[in-house]
């Protein structure tokens, strides 16, 4: 195995990054509780998962923390299903307007 090769091997392997399963649940929980509620007008997809974060008091990754960084991916794919499913009239979009995450 060449150098480069064990060194991203031992980075991936040691990502200590994803969130415990309790937290990821939460998460989960915490956006589809917010998603329900009809009196908030959501604005894209992001502002889901980034007050989901929030509320559950999780800071949100970077994309160095490779694992958190595949959950934090997943969050905004399950809010884009959510707020399609409980605003599907709504004016909220899947990304912000500048695209800047």
């Known amino acids: ?22 937290t ?3 998460i989960q929980n915490e956006m589809t509780t917010q998603a329900k509620d009809e009196s908030k007008e959501w604005p894209n997809s992001l502002a889901l998962v980034h007050d989901a974060y929030q509320v559950v008091g999780v800071e949100r990754p970077t994309p160095a923390m490779r ?23 709504g004016n909220w979009r899947v990304t912000t307007a500048s695209s800047k995450i």
């Open 1 to 22: 195995m060449k150098i480069a090769q064990l060194f991203n091997h031992l980075n991936e392997s040691d990502d200590q990054s994803a969130l415990e399963s309790k």
């Open 67 to 89: 694992a958190a960084w595949t959950q934090y991916e997943e969050f905004i794919v399950l809010a884009v299903q959510l707020l399609n499913k409980y605003h599907p009239d």
């Open 24 to 26: 990821y649940t939460a």
